[in-house]
């Protein structure tokens, strides 16, 4: 029998160390990194069941605002 203990390398996962009694710094680089893992995206998809033809109708809406929001940037940076 393997034993699985033999190739732990420490915690796995997000991580992150205090230094010199920094908590709001180590509580800032958490909340970083966890936003940069998509963690927090994750959940918010997983919290119920979205059907495919919803999230397909939430994506074209998203691209449209997206399409015009960039048109009203053009419109304002020409002058009319």
């Known amino acids: 029998m393997r034993?699985?203990?033999?190739d732990y390398s420490g915690p796995?996962?997000?991580v992150?160390?205090?230094r010199n009694d920094d908590i709001n710094g180590a509580?800032?680089?958490?909340k970083k990194k966890v936003q940069?893992?998509?963690v927090i995206q994750e959940y918010k998809e997983r919290r119920e069941y979205v059907k495919p033809s919803e999230k397909k109708r939430k994506a074209k809406a998203a691209g449209?605002?997206?399409?015009?929001k960039k048109q009203?940037?053009?419109k304002r940076e020409r002058g009319y």
Do not use: I, P, S
């Not at 509580?27 to 958490?30: A, D, N, T």
């Not at 449209?64 to 015009?68: E, V």
């Open 3 to 6: 034993n699985r203990y033999r």
């Open 12 to 14: 796995q996962g997000l």
């Open 16 to 18: 992150v160390t205090v």
């Open 27 to 30: 509580l800032r680089k958490f």
């Open 36 to 38: 940069d893992a998509g």
């Open 64 to 68: 449209r605002a997206r399409w015009l």
């Open 72 to 74: 009203a940037k053009e």
